[in-house]
């Protein structure tokens, strides 16, 4: 305690700004690699960190020793491991989006919409059944895992592809995280949600079982009718129109939207849009 007695305010403030601006880039490096491989590779790092520990603690020479011979090689062996996060970290960082929220994720996203808005409009127009997910805080690696991985950007032309009948990533849902298409085909947890319509088929039961489970969001198109639904925090509104599907998709999609939103517009969805034909 008498380190911080002795501190002038200059110290005070400058160790603040220095604890802050630390506490930010760390934070910014665990979004960065939230949602992939990395989180479980640092799963393992912290196990090791506790073995050694341990053996510190208890004085395990062989284990201790083992550790720290692990340790020598620790930063190389990091390097190689993580080489695809510090790659996109520096990209990011070279070209100024590390550390920005502005107008240029807004556009990202814009960009991202347009094409997911031309490829429902195909696909519901000619009937064919889509069911398109979309990631948020929640990583879906599990369902990722799950169907074939791609990794593509997403575009119109793909989606569209993807959905076609009788090709072999048709049946099952398509997972965008950011501006990727993760993977095709996966498999999604049914709702067991007594009170939804009877109407609705497997492909509905699952776009609104994935936002129950999770935060995430997903577009639906019926081969039946052509409808395209939108499911968010497992509600679904059917038959939802194409400006509305626009805005409600920007405004999920968009963190900075939601942010600026005053009290009074952040009401639950289904009831904003209870002229869509809402389920329930």
């Known amino acids: 305690m008498s380190y911080f007695a002795d501190l002038t305010w200059n110290e005070w403030i400058k160790d603040i700004i220095d604890v802050a601006i630390v506490s930010y880039i760390i934070y910014k490096l665990i979004l960065l690699v939230r949602g992939t491989k990395a989180v479980q590779l640092l799963k393992g790092i912290f196990v090791l960190v506790g073995t050694w520990a341990i053996s510190t603690w208890f004085n395990l020479y062989t284990l201790k020793w083992l550790m720290n011979q692990m340790f020598t090689f620790g930063v190389v062996t990091v390097l190689i491991i993580f080489q695809p996060e510090l790659r996109r970290a520096l990209e990011q960082l070279g070209r100024g989006k590390l550390f920005s929220r502005t107008s240029v994720v807004e556009r990202d996203v814009s960009d991202r919409i347009n094409e997911i808005i031309k490829a429902i409009q195909y696909l519901a127009k000619r009937k064919i059944g889509a069911l398109i997910v979309f990631e948020r805080s929640t990583g879906l690696n599990d369902y990722i895992e799950s169907g074939i991985q791609m990794e593509s950007l ?121 002229g869509g034909g809402q389920d329930g």
Not at 201 to 219: F, M, N
Not at 264 to 272: L, Y
Request: charged letters at 20%.
């Open 154 to 274: 997403t575009s119109s032309e793909l989606l569209i592809n993807l959905f076609i009948p009788n090709t072999p990533l048709h049946d099952g849902a398509v997972i965008i995280r950011g501006n990727q298409i993760m993977a095709a085909g996966c498999y999604l947890p049914l709702s067991e949600n007594p009170f939804i319509s009877k109407e609705l088929g497997t492909r509905h039961r699952a776009g609104i079982g994935i936002t129950e489970v999770c935060d995430a969001v997903s577009v639906i198109v019926s081969e039946e009718t052509g409808q395209v639904s939108l499911a968010v925090g497992g509600m679904i509104v059917r038959d939802i129109k194409e400006e509305s599907l626009i805005s409600k998709l920007f405004e999920e999609l968009n963190p900075n939207v939601k942010d600026k939103q005053p009290l009074s517009s952040k009401t639950p969805f289904w009831r904003r849009w209870r």
